[in-house]
T-cell receptor, first 113, second 113 residues
Protein backbone atom coordinates (compact mmCIF):
# COMPACT_ATOMS: atom_id res chain seq x y z
CA UNK A 1 0.00 0.00 0.00
CA UNK A 2 1.20 3.51 -0.76
CA UNK A 3 1.74 5.94 2.09
CA UNK A 4 0.67 9.54 2.53
CA UNK A 5 2.62 11.92 0.29
CA UNK A 6 2.75 15.70 0.52
CA UNK A 7 4.04 18.38 -1.82
CA UNK A 8 5.99 20.53 -1.87
CA UNK A 9 8.42 19.63 0.92
CA UNK A 10 9.50 23.23 1.47
CA UNK A 11 7.97 26.56 0.53
CA UNK A 12 8.83 30.20 1.13
CA UNK A 13 6.11 32.83 0.80
CA UNK A 14 5.75 36.51 1.56
CA UNK A 15 3.26 37.90 4.07
CA UNK A 16 -0.09 38.54 2.43
CA UNK A 17 0.34 35.89 -0.26
CA UNK A 18 -1.74 32.75 -0.70
CA UNK A 19 -0.47 29.17 -0.62
CA UNK A 20 -1.80 25.75 -1.62
CA UNK A 21 -0.41 22.57 -0.11
CA UNK A 22 -1.21 19.14 -1.51
CA UNK A 23 -1.65 15.69 -0.05
CA UNK A 24 -2.24 12.25 -1.48
CA UNK A 25 -3.93 9.92 0.98
CA UNK A 26 -3.04 6.32 1.70
CA UNK A 27 -5.09 3.84 -0.29
CA UNK A 28 -8.09 2.46 1.58
CA UNK A 29 -8.50 5.60 3.68
CA UNK A 30 -11.53 7.87 3.43
CA UNK A 31 -10.68 10.76 5.76
CA UNK A 32 -7.97 13.35 5.48
CA UNK A 33 -6.92 15.72 8.24
CA UNK A 34 -4.54 18.65 8.33
CA UNK A 35 -2.39 19.68 11.27
CA UNK A 36 -0.12 22.66 11.87
CA UNK A 37 3.04 22.13 13.89
CA UNK A 38 5.00 25.17 15.06
CA UNK A 39 8.65 24.69 15.96
CA UNK A 40 9.05 22.87 19.26
CA UNK A 41 5.31 22.28 19.65
CA UNK A 42 2.93 19.41 19.12
CA UNK A 43 0.71 19.36 16.02
CA UNK A 44 -2.57 21.29 16.20
CA UNK A 45 -5.71 20.12 14.40
CA UNK A 46 -6.85 22.39 11.56
CA UNK A 47 -9.70 20.38 10.04
CA UNK A 48 -10.79 17.00 8.69
CA UNK A 49 -12.52 16.09 5.43
CA UNK A 50 -14.78 13.14 4.76
CA UNK A 51 -16.79 12.56 1.58
CA UNK A 52 -15.39 15.81 0.21
CA UNK A 53 -16.88 17.89 3.02
CA UNK A 54 -15.30 19.49 6.06
CA UNK A 55 -16.62 17.67 9.11
CA UNK A 56 -14.60 19.00 12.00
CA UNK A 57 -12.51 22.13 12.49
CA UNK A 58 -10.00 23.31 15.07
CA UNK A 59 -9.36 26.84 16.26
CA UNK A 60 -8.20 28.25 12.92
CA UNK A 61 -9.63 31.26 11.04
CA UNK A 62 -11.60 30.95 7.77
CA UNK A 63 -8.56 31.94 5.73
CA UNK A 64 -7.52 28.31 6.26
CA UNK A 65 -9.63 26.24 3.87
CA UNK A 66 -9.41 22.89 2.21
CA UNK A 67 -10.66 20.53 -0.41
CA UNK A 68 -10.93 16.76 -0.65
CA UNK A 69 -11.22 15.17 -4.09
CA UNK A 70 -13.02 11.96 -5.13
CA UNK A 71 -9.71 10.10 -5.15
CA UNK A 72 -9.25 11.20 -1.51
CA UNK A 73 -6.38 13.54 -2.31
CA UNK A 74 -6.60 16.89 -0.57
CA UNK A 75 -5.49 20.50 -0.61
CA UNK A 76 -4.93 22.99 2.18
CA UNK A 77 -5.24 26.63 1.15
CA UNK A 78 -4.13 29.52 3.31
CA UNK A 79 -4.96 33.08 2.27
CA UNK A 80 -3.44 36.35 3.46
CA UNK A 81 -0.40 34.65 4.97
CA UNK A 82 0.90 35.92 8.27
CA UNK A 83 4.34 35.46 9.79
CA UNK A 84 2.84 33.16 12.46
CA UNK A 85 1.70 30.78 9.72
CA UNK A 86 5.31 29.63 9.41
CA UNK A 87 5.18 25.99 10.47
CA UNK A 88 5.28 22.37 9.37
CA UNK A 89 1.92 21.40 7.84
CA UNK A 90 1.06 17.75 8.20
CA UNK A 91 -1.54 15.80 6.30
CA UNK A 92 -2.93 12.61 7.81
CA UNK A 93 -5.28 10.04 6.34
CA UNK A 94 -7.34 7.44 8.11
CA UNK A 95 -10.59 5.54 8.23
CA UNK A 96 -13.79 6.93 9.72
CA UNK A 97 -13.58 4.78 12.81
CA UNK A 98 -13.07 6.21 16.26
CA UNK A 99 -10.28 3.74 17.01
CA UNK A 100 -8.44 4.06 13.73
CA UNK A 101 -4.93 5.56 13.94
CA UNK A 102 -3.84 8.28 11.55
CA UNK A 103 -1.11 7.91 8.94
CA UNK A 104 0.90 11.07 8.47
CA UNK A 105 2.86 12.41 5.53
CA UNK A 106 6.29 13.99 5.98
CA UNK A 107 4.85 17.46 5.89
CA UNK A 108 5.40 20.73 4.06
CA UNK A 109 7.68 23.25 5.77
CA UNK A 110 6.19 26.71 5.10
CA UNK A 111 8.21 29.83 5.83
CA UNK A 112 6.48 33.20 5.65
CA UNK A 113 8.78 36.24 5.41
CA UNK B 1 -5.14 24.40 23.68
CA UNK B 2 -3.21 21.22 24.30
CA UNK B 3 -4.81 18.34 26.14
CA UNK B 4 -1.87 16.04 26.68
CA UNK B 5 1.19 17.12 28.56
CA UNK B 6 4.28 14.96 28.32
CA UNK B 7 6.87 14.59 31.01
CA UNK B 8 9.81 14.93 30.85
CA UNK B 9 10.23 17.43 28.02
CA UNK B 10 13.64 15.93 27.25
CA UNK B 11 15.27 12.64 28.19
CA UNK B 12 18.80 11.43 27.48
CA UNK B 13 19.83 7.85 28.26
CA UNK B 14 22.45 5.28 27.28
CA UNK B 15 21.76 2.69 24.63
CA UNK B 16 20.32 -0.45 26.18
CA UNK B 17 18.57 1.37 29.03
CA UNK B 18 14.81 1.69 29.32
CA UNK B 19 13.05 4.98 28.60
CA UNK B 20 9.82 6.00 30.27
CA UNK B 21 7.70 8.93 29.16
CA UNK B 22 4.53 10.12 30.84
CA UNK B 23 1.46 11.89 29.56
CA UNK B 24 -1.36 13.59 31.43
CA UNK B 25 -4.63 14.82 29.98
CA UNK B 26 -7.61 16.79 31.16
CA UNK B 27 -10.90 15.49 29.79
CA UNK B 28 -12.50 12.12 29.11
CA UNK B 29 -11.15 10.26 26.09
CA UNK B 30 -12.14 7.61 23.56
CA UNK B 31 -8.58 6.45 23.13
CA UNK B 32 -5.03 7.64 23.62
CA UNK B 33 -2.34 7.24 21.00
CA UNK B 34 1.43 7.54 20.96
CA UNK B 35 3.35 8.79 17.95
CA UNK B 36 7.04 9.19 17.12
CA UNK B 37 8.55 11.99 15.04
CA UNK B 38 12.07 12.03 13.65
CA UNK B 39 13.73 15.42 13.07
CA UNK B 40 10.62 17.42 12.12
CA UNK B 41 9.36 14.84 9.68
CA UNK B 42 5.96 13.12 9.71
CA UNK B 43 4.56 11.35 12.73
CA UNK B 44 4.57 7.58 12.91
CA UNK B 45 1.83 5.84 14.84
CA UNK B 46 3.21 3.58 17.57
CA UNK B 47 0.32 2.30 19.63
CA UNK B 48 -3.33 3.01 20.43
CA UNK B 49 -4.92 2.18 23.77
CA UNK B 50 -8.66 2.37 24.24
CA UNK B 51 -10.24 3.99 27.26
CA UNK B 52 -11.34 0.59 28.62
CA UNK B 53 -7.84 -0.89 28.38
CA UNK B 54 -5.16 -0.59 31.04
CA UNK B 55 -2.03 -1.91 29.33
CA UNK B 56 -0.87 -2.71 25.85
CA UNK B 57 2.34 -4.08 24.36
CA UNK B 58 3.89 -3.86 20.93
CA UNK B 59 7.40 -5.23 20.54
CA UNK B 60 9.67 -3.21 22.85
CA UNK B 61 6.87 -0.77 23.65
CA UNK B 62 4.59 -0.93 26.66
CA UNK B 63 1.81 1.58 27.21
CA UNK B 64 -0.31 1.94 30.31
CA UNK B 65 -3.45 4.00 30.80
CA UNK B 66 -4.96 5.13 34.10
CA UNK B 67 -8.22 6.89 33.36
CA UNK B 68 -8.82 7.67 37.05
CA UNK B 69 -5.60 9.70 37.09
CA UNK B 70 -5.98 10.82 33.48
CA UNK B 71 -2.47 9.66 32.70
CA UNK B 72 -0.56 7.32 30.41
CA UNK B 73 3.01 6.13 30.17
CA UNK B 74 5.14 4.82 27.32
CA UNK B 75 8.01 2.49 28.15
CA UNK B 76 10.65 1.66 25.56
CA UNK B 77 12.79 -1.25 26.68
CA UNK B 78 16.36 -1.99 25.58
CA UNK B 79 16.66 1.35 23.79
CA UNK B 80 18.59 1.73 20.53
CA UNK B 81 20.19 4.72 18.84
CA UNK B 82 17.40 4.56 16.23
CA UNK B 83 14.86 5.31 18.98
CA UNK B 84 16.18 8.88 19.14
CA UNK B 85 13.15 11.00 18.25
CA UNK B 86 10.34 13.10 19.72
CA UNK B 87 7.45 11.17 21.21
CA UNK B 88 3.94 12.57 21.42
CA UNK B 89 0.83 11.38 23.16
CA UNK B 90 -2.47 12.33 21.61
CA UNK B 91 -5.99 12.03 22.91
CA UNK B 92 -8.80 11.45 20.46
CA UNK B 93 -11.84 13.72 20.59
CA UNK B 94 -14.77 13.02 18.32
CA UNK B 95 -16.17 16.21 16.78
CA UNK B 96 -19.01 15.98 14.24
CA UNK B 97 -17.95 12.39 13.63
CA UNK B 98 -14.38 13.44 12.95
CA UNK B 99 -11.52 12.10 15.02
CA UNK B 100 -9.54 15.10 16.23
CA UNK B 101 -6.21 14.29 17.82
CA UNK B 102 -5.05 16.66 20.54
CA UNK B 103 -1.28 16.43 20.99
CA UNK B 104 0.99 17.38 23.82
CA UNK B 105 4.29 19.18 23.33
CA UNK B 106 6.23 15.92 23.20
CA UNK B 107 9.26 14.36 24.86
CA UNK B 108 12.58 14.62 23.04
CA UNK B 109 14.39 11.33 23.58
CA UNK B 110 18.11 11.00 22.89
CA UNK B 111 19.78 7.60 23.00
CA UNK B 112 23.54 7.86 23.46
CA UNK B 113 25.67 5.06 22.00
Amino acid sequence: ETGVTQSPTHLIKTRGQQVTLRCSSQSGHNTVSWYQQALGQGPQFIFQYYREEENGRGNFPPRFSGLQFPNYSSELNVNALELDDSALYLCASGRRDRDSPLHFGNGTRLTVT
Amino acid sequence: SQQGEEDPQALSIQEGENATMNCSYKTSINNLQWYRQNSGRGLVHLILIRSNEREKHSGRLRVTLDTSKKSSSLLITASRAADTASYFCATADIIQGAQKLVFGQGTRLTINP
